[in-house]
């Protein structure tokens, strides 16, 4: 084993020329008044990695151009459709209508583990919610699951963008892998 160098691993990325045509992964994303400008953009960057079909950026939820977000999303600002609302409830009930199953990463009476998602939820719409207050409740009220990282410490959550990283990327594998053979389908 040896790690690969810069030029292989650009050679295994798509481009941004021919990610615009891409088969993207059946998920939206709602940030609902995420206020940090890095998780924002490391949210743009794991977006990117997933290769989402779009976010949407509501409410107070910073939005590019900016430097800040930029810093952290290394270029996937270009990569990653996304629009600004100033209030969730407007895409997420325009993707509800479509089809989409809302599911929110919140502690509520009724959420499960995030691996419970199964491939009959797709398409679907993950919202994420802000660093201290979560979702907010208007955003639940249209909510048809929740799910929750379990945590096994004293905190309760993980940072924002770090838990939208695991389960974007448990969505990933529910959508794209097939249990038994867990190569891209």
């Given at each position: 084993?040896?790690?690969?160098?810069?030029?292989?691993?650009?050679?295994?990325?798509?481009?941004?020329?021919?990610?615009?045509?891409?088969?993207?992964?059946?998920?939206?994303?709602?940030?609902?008044?995420?206020?940090?400008?890095?998780n924002?953009?490391?949210?743009?960057?794991?977006?990117?990695?997933?290769?989402?079909?779009?976010?949407?950026?509501?409410?107070?939820?910073?939005?590019?151009?900016?430097?800040?977000?930029?810093?952290?999303?290394?270029?996937?600002?270009?990569?990653?459709?996304?629009?600004?609302?100033?209030?969730a409830?407007?895409?997420?009930?325009?993707?509800?209508?479509?089809?989409?199953?809302?599911?929110?990463?919140?502690?509520?009476?009724?959420?499960?583990?995030?691996?419970?998602?199964?491939?009959?939820?797709?398409?679907?719409?993950?919202v994420?919610?802000?660093e201290?207050?979560?979702?907010?409740?208007?955003?639940?009220?249209?909510?048809?699951?929740?799910?929750?990282?379990?945590?096994?410490?004293?905190?309760?959550?993980?940072?924002?963008?770090?838990?939208?990283?695991?389960?974007?990327?448990?969505?990933?594998?529910?959508?794209?892998?097939?249990?038994?053979?867990?190569?891209?389908?």
């Amino acid at each position: 084993m040896r790690k690969l160098t810069h030029d292989e691993v650009a050679q295994r990325r798509q481009h941004l020329t021919t990610v615009v045509t891409a088969t993207r992964l059946p998920v939206s994303v709602v940030l609902d008044n995420v206020r940090s400008l890095y998780n924002v953009g490391s949210i743009f960057r794991t977006s990117d990695g997933a290769l989402i079909e779009k976010l949407h950026l509501c409410g107070f939820t910073p939005y590019p151009p900016r430097r800040e977000i930029e810093k952290t999303a290394l270029g996937a600002t270009q990569s990653v459709p996304w629009e600004y609302h100033p209030d969730a409830r407007d895409p997420l009930l325009k993707l509800k209508r479509s089809g989409a199953r809302i599911c929110v990463l919140e502690l509520t009476t009724e959420s499960v583990p995030y691996y419970e998602v199964k491939k009959e939820d797709f398409p679907l719409c993950l919202v994420i919610g802000n660093e201290l207050t979560g979702i907010s409740r208007g955003s639940i009220d249209l909510a048809d699951l929740a799910i929750e990282i379990p945590m096994f410490g004293i905190k309760h959550s993980l940072n924002v963008a770090v838990a939208y990283g695991i389960a974007l990327f448990e969505l990933v594998k529910t959508y794209r892998c097939d249990n038994s053979n867990p190569q891209r389908s």
